[in-house]
């Protein structure tokens, strides 16, 4: 299995979480406390969950995670996103699709992430 866990938006890979690097005790301590935050309850949509499940709150921080990359806020972004690599050892990918009325947000746990290869493209003569 690999180590690396994506974030893909619109086909593009946003973010790589390494799992082989070890995550500092700040940052362990972090993710703690945004358990303990969202076990007095989470919104998903127009939905109040109490006491969520750990789909729904991978769910609710894959949402969080959408917004943070749309507003460039890249710190929220990376605890997001180490946030489910550490959660949920198994993800392999977030797959985010979007267009200006509807957002999919797919966990994937059985498809490992290929590193995207640039590919060059040279004018015709």
């Given amino acids: 299995m690999s180590h690396i866990m994506a974030v893909i938006l619109n086909g593009l890979a946003e973010l790589e979480y390494d799992r082989e690097k070890p995550l500092p005790d700040y940052q362990a301590v972090y993710l703690d406390r945004m358990d303990t935050r969202m076990d007095a309850g989470i919104r998903i949509g127009e939905e109040s969950i109490v006491n969520p499940d750990r789909n729904q709150r991978a769910q609710f921080i894959a949402a969080n ?17 180490s946030y489910l690599a550490v959660r949920l050892p198994e993800l392999q990918q977030v797959r985010i699709e979007e267009d200006q009325q509807e957002v999919s947000i797919e966990l994937i746990f059985d498809e490992e992430y290929r590193k995207q290869v640039a590919v060059p493209f040279y004018p015709l003569h």
């Avoid at 995670?65 to 996103?81: G, M, T, V, Y």
């Fill in 65 to 81: 995670l959408l917004h943070a990359i749309r507003n460039n806020d890249e710190p929220l972004a990376a605890a997001l996103c």
